[in-house]
């Protein structure tokens, strides 16, 4: 299993611009996360979702879209790139099932210049 | 979500145990305390979690006190590779996660 795999690991965009940062894993989790991190920071949550066709928004959603259209994939859309945006950028996925929490398996992150 | 209350850094050293405090007063009774850790500038990993009961595995030991308005994460034998940033979580379970700041752990030798 490759585990979480997240592309591109680096990126620098220009204001305005827009983009995806994709997000996969080969476990067969259902639930899937996007976190941002700051330097010097702690995790915010962007958006989650907990199964195919299920999204739901975190603590900082606003600039950003996801959609989760099979249970492998989960992308993270940019619409129109700001500075505030630049940091990085963790996808996670976790099995929970009846009794069994394995815990989340985060992505090596994907780090986000925006000039 | 219940809020958490950690200390911002903490020192040990290598080789003795590693007592990582987490204060969650507010936690609901189906709550559960969760643990992860961030390596420097790595994706974080999980680490354990319980509802009430202690629980340990091959990573760590979780002590959950009684009223469970406190719990305390143990790496028995802490070595280098354990400094990282520990974050105490309280959520349903299944349910999503929200970090706070943590706990910078340093190990020296």
């Known amino acids: 299993n490759a585990g979480v795999t997240q592309t591109p690991k680096f990126q620098v965009l220009k204001t305005g611009q827009s983009m995806t940062l994709q997000c996969a894993q080969d476990?067969?989790?259902?639930?899937m996360s996007w976190y941002r991190q700051d330097p010097g920071m702690g995790l915010r949550l962007i958006h989650y979702s907990v199964g195919a066709g299920i999204t739901d928004q975190g603590e900082v959603p606003n600039g950003y879209n996801v959609s989760r259209s099979t249970t492998e994939d989960f992308p993270l859309r940019l619409l129109s790139a700001a500075p505030s945006q630049t940091s990085v950028y963790f996808c996670a996925s976790s099995y929970i099932g009846q009794g069994f929490d394995y815990g989340y398996t985060f992505g090596s992150g994907t780090r986000l210049t925006v000039v | 979500d219940a809020k958490t209350t950690q200390p911002t850094s903490m020192d040990c050293a290598e080789g003795r145990a590693a007592n990582l405090p987490c204060n969650h007063s507010t936690i609901s009774g189906n709550e559960y305390v969760y643990w992860y850790r961030q390596i420097h500038s790595q994706g974080p990993q999980y680490i354990i979690h319980?509802?009430?009961n202690n629980e340990t595995n091959e990573m760590a030991s979780l002590i959950i006190t009684e009223d469970r308005k406190s719990s305390t994460l143990i790496l028995p034998h802490a070595t280098l590779r354990d400094t990282a940033v520990y974050y105490c979580i309280v959520s349903l379970y299944g349910n999503k996660l929200v970090f706070g700041a943590g706990t910078i752990l340093r190990v020296k030798s």
């Open positions: 319980g509802l009430k």
């Open positions: 476990m067969n989790h259902e639930y």
